[in-house]
């Protein structure tokens, strides 16, 4: 309640000075051009914004009455916001940083102006949702000014919401598209660090785990209650443990009992974390007998492979070689499920959707590294090696390009551990390609100029592994 109470003062805080009046007719053309926008796309009409938008006949807060006033009455339309893409490319070079803090005012007052409506009642609304997208999208291109301009505004908007707004808790932050895509808004322009947080944290009026999962992880979990305290404190100390380099994740969302999740734009990642109970275990069958069977909390388990699949997202943008690599390994495996480290999901599953290879890997990878690694050794030895080839890659993903990867082991109450150990690559020009017509046989030649990671330090040992043309291990030293 402080908090909120502090955030009332900035109520007083004015539309910035003013520069001479803007001229009526000027004032009337330029919100006539805007209204056109609203549902018609029109070059001429953009450049004669354009124009004005780079000229400083105009302050910034002459253009910020003027959407203060265009809200008043006209929805943020997609049309707007290709607009102001266009003038974001094709103002002249010096005035872009000028066009670009006066596209963050106008995002402002269309989120002020949806605030006010949801403060009268409205249950969503559509303005404050392409109002927060666009936001999202500005604010890393803005300058620092730009920022603290565009969060001021924000802020102002949010304190006139809150002076209206009771009863405050259900005026605050739920799982619905509109809350989710103004908070992760929020937090693309807020200042760094904890102070910024805070600020945060008052506008959006975040209580309990969502309080202390924001402004300690500079991530937003929304889950409506759905999370209990022992899953919220399991999510919470996973995030601690996964380098925070790795993804770009802006918000943890908990999807109801129906397992419905709110359709969002997509321009940042938000991962999809079930409420599974706590008492229920992983199977410990995943393991082969002979390096015992450990078993973990499911729900900590199915959180971790969420957070992976955002970091495979991130680090196959930023290494396209691991692309490769697994695609590789899935020719090579096919559809013998001993091929697998996870010997109980159907090949289909991994043929059909690729991009579940890996995260099917951290699955084991979180409840104990080194036991996921013997059971790699377990099925090289009767030469099924394509498991420690994804191994070997999920080490590769998590290392984020360096020299260490962290190794998990996690327990039946969802506490996950974390320790780095060293890793090693080998150079690789190219790899063949199974035949697919001759199975055994090799086929065409693919280009891969990556270095694939081949060496790890487990068990008290340094492994380093050899590869075949295929580029899959053949052999193993161990010292």
Not at 138 to 161: I, K, M, N, V
Not at 440 to 457: E, F, K, R, S
Request: with cysteine; charged share 20%.
């Amino acid at each position: 309640m402080k908090r909120l109470l502090a955030l009332l003062a900035v109520l007083a805080v004015p539309i910035q000075p003013a520069a001479p009046e803007m001229a009526p007719d000027l004032e009337a053309q330029i919100l006539a051009a805007f209204d056109l926008l609203t549902s018609t796309e029109d070059v001429p009409t953009g450049d004669f914004l354009i124009q004005h938008l780079s000229s400083e006949e105009l302050a910034v807060a002459d253009w910020q009455a003027l959407f203060r006033a265009f809200f008043e009455t006209h929805p943020f339309t997609d049309i707007h916001g290709r607009f102001w893409d266009y003038a974001l490319g094709f103002a002249p070079g010096p005035a872009q940083d000028r066009v670009a803090t006066v596209s963050g005012y106008w995002a402002g007052e269309a989120v002020r102006a949806g605030l006010l409506r949801v403060q009268q009642g409205a249950a969503t609304d559509a303005t404050l949702i392409a109002s927060s997208t666009w936001i999202q999208g500005l604010a890393p291109g803005l300058s620092t000014t730009g920022r603290t301009d565009l969060f001021t505004t924000l802020e102002a908007a949010f304190a006139e919401y809150w002076a209206g707004a009771m009863p405050v808790p259900e005026r605050g932050a739920h799982a619905t598209p509109m809350w989710i895509e103004l908070a992760i808004a929020l937090g693309r322009c807020a200042p760094s660090g904890v102070p910024g947080r805070e600020r945060v944290s008052a506008m959006l009026a975040l209580t309990g785990s969502a309080l202390r999962f924001w402004e300690a992880r500079g991530v937003f979990l929304f889950d409506d209650g759905r999370l209990d305290e022992s899953q919220a404190l399991s999510l919470n100390q996973l995030m601690a443990v996964i380098p925070p380099d790795l993804h770009e994740i802006a918000a943890i969302v908990v999807p109801d009992a129906g397992g419905q999740a709110p359709a969002l734009s997509g321009l940042a990642q938000v991962i999809l974390v079930p409420a599974i109970p706590m008492s229920a275990l992983s199977n410990p069958a995943e393991f082969t007998p002979r390096v015992g069977q450990p078993v973990a909390s499911e729900f900590t388990l199915v959180a971790a492979q969420q957070i992976v699949r955002a970091i495979q997202d991130t680090q196959f943008a930023r290494r396209p070689g691991l692309v490769a690599r697994r695609d590789a390994i899935l020719m090579r495996a096919g559809t013998a499920e001993e091929r697998y480290l996870r010997r109980f999901i159907p090949p289909a599953v991994y043929l059909n959707q690729p991009d579940e290879l890996l995260p099917a890997v951290a699955y084991l990878w979180f409840i104990d590294t080194e036991r996921t690694f013997q059971t790699a050794l377990d099925l090289f030895e009767l030469e099924k090696r394509d498991a420690m080839d994804s191994f070997l890659l999920f080490a590769d993903l998590m290392s984020g390009g360096g020299n260490e990867t962290p190794i998990y082991r996690t327990d039946d109450l969802g506490r996950a551990v974390q320790r780095t150990v060293p890793i090693g690559r080998t150079w690789v020009d190219s790899v063949r390609l199974p035949d697919p017509g001759e199975p055994g046989l090799m086929g065409d030649t693919m280009p891969v100029n990556a270095n694939y990671v081949t060496a790890i330090a487990l068990l008290g040992s340094s492994w380093r592994f050899d590869l075949n043309p295929l580029g899959g291990t053949i052999r193993w030293n161990r010292r």
